[in-house]
């Protein structure tokens, strides 16, 4: 039998789960209850944040964790150590606040005095005040500079002048030319940004970022050496950027953007020179302001530079020492709304701030996701969301930097649940995993494990909530079904058929396209792919047999999102791309420049020129890849909530498909390109189930029926399965009966179960969370009634509860048919069923938003409480 299925099948499959366990000094007891509530739900790792902790690598920090990793050796369980104070990594538990100088943040600022000319013996005063919070950011002016600008728009020009000679005891003398000018002075300060980072890091200088390695990690070396790479797995960065922007959740900060002040660093003057000329000094005034034809190249160099600064001396130092003393270091930046290739809160290139790392990583929290929004923007915490790049671009950009780095061993962590509130249960939780599972997401760490006592209103929901979530108990079934459906997902190669170019340097360099929009028209399309950035394309990457091959990975064709520029060297490779034979497809045009504005226009032709390469308008994109045969499955009918992803082991292929509809289910075919012995795999009950699937041509063709929300998973292996019996599934063909009631309803708080108190009779299933039922209840409904059956009907029976909200259990003369935190509620009774009078029990678990209706749970939509069926008996004909 293929080993990976054996194993998930057997229960042997490792963890891939490793929750958020929030530190507030609670007592050692606490503390242990909490470890063995995380272990008892199926989770054999915890990573530990301390933002809320008030001692942090103090005597009580320690003593805490002390006993978390004692309770982890015991339990064979690994911990992961958020690595500061609190989020966002960068803080050193305030050992900036002291710093030297040099060890602090920098930033270049500017600003500006206009003036008309001609006139002689003018006199500018271009010194900055004295530091003031709130006034004046101090500094030192380290150039003044004279721009010219049109007489009508007022637009600078090209025509510049370096007037840093001629400025003495603060003063500018200048004898102004004719016209209209802007006089900018450019003031590098330790002051700016988000005041609330002011005592951060400085994540463009090694000796800053030293700063926290020698303060968290050196510290935990000293303590817990002997269990680095053993208990101690790694470290975990929360949310690391430049936080240069005083308007840290405005997403769309960048150069540009008036007013704010940029990250710098004293090396940033012999990088700029080199990069730019020895003038660029002349030109620094366009990352704030539009002008001639250098400021795209400004603002590219720029960017191309801080993020190179921050890939080096941030990522790839703490993930160096890491990898040194044997653990890993794992974590995430900001993803937002496309801020993954901005400043702000960003870093710059998603790309480079986490190549340094050991897995890739992102996170989703505050309603970024939820099902049925995939292009409809929705509110968010702060700003409009962008549910195109949640839903297409953030896991696949994830996921695709897991596939190319070697290091990372196809790993990709995604932080989920977060800051939804209590309306939140394990229905949305599935549909979440489900999600990042289908676009290749393969570790997860759940937001959150409080041992605070409850209501804590710290970004709820809280997963055993000191034993108030009433759905806790049924947790560890997503667990185990997370951990199977990682297992099988991990370790093979990823098959798609076509790479998209990460739009990050083309962002900075003049007009673009984002990536996730080409990779919104595959996925719709059931055609996977890659993201690429420029980096890879440039070095690690080669074309065999007109096929695009990095890593295990090969892809069919490449594809550019439009992008007016492009660096020179990219626009070369991709010349040689095309002329060793990969299709490479522009979308809706090709560049009319390079970035660094020093392209052969010849090399431009050369491009446009070429037979391999073709401009197509977005919407035709996945039909110009379908009529050229790059594609792997095949789907009957037009599905675009439908997900799937494809992972080759050496003895099995897995094909993951996924129904994101939250409501309309989906009855079509799909052909598979590979052939052998076909199965259905329910990850779920862990069962394996008979397919229908013929042989046709080289591949497999079979009926895809998926409810709404609902996955499935078809194995395709080599060799018939040997023990595991597949079952043949019940289907609902035959309407036997429907349960109408009268329902006898009790009810039982998370800690009054399973002692119910009666609550009425109802004779017709309705919300129970409306006004004169039973508004503020959170807990357990448990619905009772017996109904006659006869074997005439049939041998084999099912139970379809139709909505329930949210997780179900039924019991069938007292005993349990099952568990269902999500649609369908469909449970085989054929074991339990018995002719003549059965007892039938139904238990529908809500959430804790009707008792707490918190301030996160505000931003969502809430669902009814209770059972609503139509509770129908189905059996087989």
């Known amino acids: 039998m293929t080993t990976k299925l054996h194993e998930v099948l057997t229960g042997k499959e490792d963890n891939y789960i490793l929750p958020f366990f929030w530190q507030h000094g609670e007592d050692e007891e606490l503390l242990r209850e909490e470890m063995a509530r995380i272990h008892e739900s199926g989770i054999r790792a915890v990573c530990v944040e301390s933002r809320p902790h008030p001692d942090f690598l103090g005597p009580k920090w320690w003593k805490d964790i002390d006993v978390i990793m004692e309770e982890a050796r015991e339990r064979g369980m690994r911990v992961w150590i958020l690595d500061d104070d609190h989020f966002p990594t960068g803080h050193a538990a305030g050992r900036y606040k002291e710093a030297s100088q040099e060890l602090r943040r920098l930033y270049l600022s500017e600003s500006h005095?206009?003036?008309?000319?001609?006139?002689?013996?003018?006199?500018?005063?271009?010194?900055?005040?004295?530091?003031?919070?709130?006034?004046?950011?101090?500094?030192t002016v380290i150039a003044v500079i004279a721009v010219k600008r049109d007489p009508v728009t007022g637009v600078l020009t090209e025509e510049t002048l370096n007037l840093t000679d001629q400025v003495e005891n603060g003063k500018l003398h200048w004898d102004v030319p004719d016209g209209y000018w802007r006089i900018f002075m450019l003031n590098e300060s330790e002051h700016g940004g988000d005041p609330d980072k002011k005592d951060y890091m400085n994540p463009l200088v090694a000796d800053s970022v030293r700063v926290l390695i020698d303060t968290v990690h050196e510290s935990f070396y000293a303590r817990y050496r002997e269990d680095f790479g053993g208990t101690l797995a790694g470290f975990f960065s929360d949310e690391p950027g430049f936080y240069n922007d005083k308007d840290t959740w405005d997403f769309n900060s960048k150069p540009g953007k008036k007013g704010v002040s940029l990250p710098w660093s004293k090396e940033m003057y012999s990088l700029m020179e080199a990069e730019f000329g020895s003038d660029y000094r002349r030109y620094l005034p366009l990352l704030w302001h539009d002008g001639g034809e250098s400021m795209s190249r400004m603002r590219y160099s720029y960017m191309n530079l801080v993020s190179k600064l921050y890939a080096r001396n941030f990522t790839a130092q703490i993930g160096d020492w890491c990898r040194e003393r044997g653990v890993e270091y794992i974590g995430h930046v900001l993803e937002d709304s496309n801020v993954h290739a901005r400043l702000g809160s960003g870093a710059g290139h998603f790309y480079r701030a986490l190549g340094g790392q050991d897995m890739s990583g992102l996170d989703?929290?505050?309603?970024?996701?939820?099902?049925?929004?995939?292009?409809?923007?929705?509110?968010?915490?702060?700003?409009?969301?962008?549910?195109?790049?949640?839903?297409?671009?953030?896991?696949?950009?994830?996921?695709?930097?897991a596939h190319l780095?070697?290091?990372?061993?196809?790993?990709?962590?995604?932080?989920?649940?977060?800051?939804?509130?209590?309306?939140?249960?394990?229905?949305?939780?599935?549909?979440?995993?489900?999600?990042?599972?289908?676009?290749?997401?393969?570790?997860?760490?759940?937001?959150?494990?409080?041992?605070?006592?409850?209501?804590?209103?710290?970004?709820?929901?809280?997963?055993?909530?000191?034993?108030?979530?009433?759905?806790?108990?049924?947790?560890?079934?997503?667990?185990?079904?997370?951990?199977?459906?990682?297992?099988?997902?991990?370790?093979?190669?990823?098959?798609?058929?076509?790479?998209?170019?990460?739009?990050?340097?083309?962002?900075?360099?003049?007009?673009?396209?984002?990536?996730?929009?080409?990779?919104?028209?595959?996925?719709?399309?059931?055609?996977?792919?890659?993201?690429?950035?420029?980096?890879?394309?440039?070095?690690?990457?080669?074309?065999?047999?007109?096929?695009?091959?990095?890593?295990?990975?090969?892809?069919?064709?490449?594809?550019?999102?439009?992008?007016?520029?492009?660096?020179?060297?990219?626009?070369?490779?991709?010349?040689?791309?095309?002329?060793?034979?990969?299709?490479?497809?522009?979308?809706?045009?090709?560049?009319?420049?390079?970035?660094?504005?020093?392209?052969?226009?010849?090399?431009?032709?050369?491009?446009?020129?070429?037979?391999?390469?073709?401009?197509?308008?977005?919407?035709?994109?996945?039909?110009?890849?379908?009529?050229?045969?790059?594609?792997?499955?095949?789907?009957?009918?037009?599905?675009?909530?439908?997900?799937?992803?494809?992972?080759?082991?050496?003895?099995?292929?897995?094909?993951?498909?996924?129904?994101?509809?939250?409501?309309?289910?989906?009855?079509?075919?799909?052909?598979l390109p590979v052939t052998g012995s076909v199965t259905l795999y329910d990850a779920y009950t862990n069962k394996l189930l008979e397919s229908d699937s013929v042989q046709e041509g080289e591949g497999s063709r079979l009926k895809l029926k998926l409810p709404a929300s609902e996955t499935i998973v078809i194995i395709v292996s080599g060799e018939e399965l040997g023990e595991w019996e597949a079952a043949k599934p019940i289907t609902d063909e035959k309407l036997i009966m429907a349960l109408t009631g009268p329902w006898s309803v009790a009810t039982a708080t998370s800690e009054q179960y399973p002692a119910f108190t009666p609550w009425r009779e109802l004779d017709t299933l309705t919300d129970l969370s409306r006004s004169g039922l039973l508004p503020s209840f959170s807990g357990t409904y448990r619905y009772e009634m017996v109904w006659d059956w006869s074997p005439v009907f049939g041998n084999r029976a099912m139970i379809d509860l139709g909505e329930a909200f949210e997780t179900a259990e039924v019991f069938l003369n007292g005993v349990s048919a099952g568990i269902r935190i999500a649609a369908p509620y469909q449970f085989d009774l054929s074991d339990l069923i018995r002719e003549g009078s059965n007892s039938l029990a139904i238990e529908v678990t809500n959430t804790l938003v009707l008792e707490?209706?918190?301030?996160?749970?505000?931003?969502?939509?809430?669902?009814?409480?209770?059972?609503?069926g139509p509770v129908q008996l189905y059996c087989e004909k």
């Not at 989703?364 to 790049?389: C, I, K």
């Open 113 to 139: 005095i206009d003036a008309f000319g001609p006139s002689a013996h003018s006199a500018f005063l271009v010194s900055p005040l004295p530091y003031h919070p709130g006034y004046s950011i101090g500094g």
């Open 364 to 401: 989703v929290v505050l309603w970024q996701l939820r099902p049925g929004f995939d292009e409809v923007p929705t509110r968010g915490m702060f700003n409009e969301g962008d549910s195109e790049f949640f839903n297409y671009g953030m896991a696949k950009m994830a996921v695709s930097l």
């Open 405 to 671: 780095d070697p290091k990372k061993k196809g790993r990709t962590m995604a932080e989920v649940f977060g800051a939804y509130g209590w309306a939140e249960g394990l229905k949305l939780m599935k549909w979440l995993t489900d999600h990042m599972l289908v676009r290749g997401v393969n570790y997860f760490v759940p937001h959150a494990f409080s041992p605070k006592e409850y209501p804590d209103r710290d970004c709820p929901p809280h997963l055993y909530a000191r034993g108030k979530n009433p759905q806790f108990r049924y947790y560890k079934y997503l667990n185990h079904y997370t951990n199977r459906l990682s297992h099988l997902l991990s370790g093979g190669t990823h098959i798609a058929t076509a790479a998209v170019l990460y739009h990050a340097e083309a962002e900075w360099s003049g007009d673009y396209m984002y990536f996730h929009k080409p990779v919104k028209e595959l996925m719709r399309n059931q055609i996977d792919c890659d993201v690429l950035p420029c980096d890879t394309i440039l070095s690690d990457v080669a074309v065999r047999d007109g096929k695009l091959a990095m890593q295990d990975e090969t892809y069919d064709c490449f594809i550019v999102p439009y992008s007016e520029a492009l660096p020179g060297e990219v626009l070369s490779k991709l010349t040689l791309m095309a002329e060793q034979g990969l299709s490479i497809f522009f979308i809706d045009g090709l560049p009319s420049r390079s970035s660094e504005g020093k392209l052969d226009p010849q090399a431009l032709d050369r491009l446009a020129a070429n037979e391999r390469v073709e401009v197509v308008t977005l919407d035709k994109l996945a039909g110009k890849l379908r009529e050229a045969g790059y594609y792997d499955v095949q789907v009957r009918d037009s599905e675009p909530f439908l997900r799937s992803y494809h992972m080759r082991h050496s003895d099995m292929d897995v094909f993951l498909f996924f129904n994101e509809h939250p409501t309309q289910a989906i009855d079509t075919e799909v052909y």
């Open 852 to 868: 707490t209706p918190d301030f996160f749970s505000r931003l969502g939509q809430l669902e009814p409480s209770g059972l609503l």
